[in-house]
């Protein structure tokens, strides 16, 4: 796999560099493609199903729970049907765990109580099932690693790819780990739920979770963020195996070792950028100053090299790790562009005036106007532009 087809592995990274940068204080610095070592287990369980009962069959369970007959020609004359026919009942509620005993003394297991009281026929069934574990503890993922969107390389495909650096596992397996997660009471937060039972571990490979850690900082302190693709984009689980781990962040620091001014400098000749458009924003970070004429409507497939689409004014490029938020100090360009955002936001699809609000704030304090953009501002900039009066719920 090309280092051209990451948006299918994950979103693509301006996504979560987007994310970093709306937290409050927080400027992202550099962002590396690291895929997270796990071990696959795959599992056998049995898993009870409920389902009604058959007439005959409740009637037998009732018979010996609350008549209290533990002998087949006592519960048949009870019942007042045919010993073979309460033959035929008593070794099919045997054969699904219901019933233990001989003939002349039958009882229910503790299955077949539960089927007696809740009016439910148990049956067990076998389930095979997958969980995963992280490679540095051995702990396991949360359920929301599992949920769509957030992709799972299995071993072949993670060493296929040219996208996301592979980390090295620093734990084994433990067989006993799964027994531990059975145990828990909030199991079903790791994506097993209560109903599995008699886990046994079949087998167990490897396998990489591919995620952003995107270098930050919040104004006090370097931190290390986290995306993989779960359901609120920063991955908090994830993030603190990582923030804790020495590994990791060797792996990262030494890749960020190289002068910023140099990791850009073949980027930027290509883009007939002059050395004198970056500029620090403070001590860790910085910008791309760039003037108006290099920021054009349209896609963001300008027809120049070297100019950008006014959507992207603000926003983050990362050429390779370092990150540079590309900007303007002419603030009517950078009005123009907040107003064009909040547009393109508003009219995608339905949006509430509380949705376009917060965002145009958003996009204010990102890009930094010379005043406060308006709700009126936005819809005059709407009818100017063909849209009309913009409907906000």
């Known amino acids: 796999m090309n280092s051209t087809s990451t948006d299918t ?24 493609a690291l895929a997270f070592p796990l071990h696959a287990a795959e599992l056998s369980a049995t898993i009870e199903e409920r389902g009604p009962f058959d007439l005959l069959d409740r009637y037998v369970g009732l018979a010996i729970a609350e008549g209290g007959f533990t002998r087949l020609q006592d519960i048949a004359a009870f019942l007042g049907v045919s010993e073979h026919m309460v033959d035929r009942v008593l070794r099919f509620l045997g054969g699904i765990g219901h019933l233990q005993g001989s003939a002349n003394a039958l009882s229910l297991t503790e299955r077949g ?47 296929a790819q040219r996208t996301f650096r592979l980390l090295p596992e620093a734990c084994g397996f433990r ?8 145990r828990r009471p909030d199991r079903g937060e790791y994506d097993l739920p209560d109903e599995l039972l008699n886990l046994e571990v079949l087998e167990v490979g490897r396998a990489f979770l591919p995620c952003y850690a995107i270098r930050a900082h919040d104004g006090q302190r370097l931190r290390t963020l986290i995306y993989s693709g779960v359901a609120e984009l920063r991955d908090r689980h994830l993030e603190g195996i990582l923030n804790s781990w020495p590994t990791a962040t060797h792996v990262m620091e030494s890749a960020d070792s190289e002068q910023p001014r140099d990791h850009f400098a073949e980027w930027m000749r290509e883009r007939k950028i002059a050395p004198q458009a970056l500029s620090w924003v403070d001590h860790y ?109």
């Open 285 to 393: 970070g910085f910008r791309l100053v760039l003037p108006p004429s290099r920021y054009v409507n349209g896609t963001i497939e300008a027809k120049e090299k070297g100019t950008f689409s006014l959507t992207m004014l603000g926003s983050y490029v990362a050429p390779r790790s370092h990150v540079l938020q590309l900007w303007c100090d002419d603030a009517p360009t950078r009005t123009k562009a907040v107003l064009n955002r909040v547009l393109a936001y508003a009219t995608a699809t339905r949006r509430t005036v509380t949705n376009v609000t917060t965002f145009l704030e958003r996009v204010c304090r990102q890009l930094e106007p010379d005043a406060d953009v308006t709700l009126d501002d936005l819809q005059m900039h709407a009818r100017k532009a063909g849209y009309g009066a913009l409907d906000l719920k």
């Open 9 to 32: 592995i994950l979103y693509a990274q301006t996504r979560a560099l987007e994310h970093a940068a709306d937290l409050p204080g927080t400027r992202p610095l550099r962002i590396h």
């Open 175 to 182: 067989p006993s780990t799964v027994a531990e997660v059975a």
């Open 113 to 159: 109580l539960r089927s007696v009281r809740d009016d439910r026929r148990y049956t067990e069934k076998q389930e095979r099932l997958r969980l995963y574990f992280d490679g540095v503890q051995c702990g396991p993922l949360r359920t929301a690693h599992y949920a769509h969107g957030v992709r799972i390389l299995d071993r072949d495909a993670a060493y």
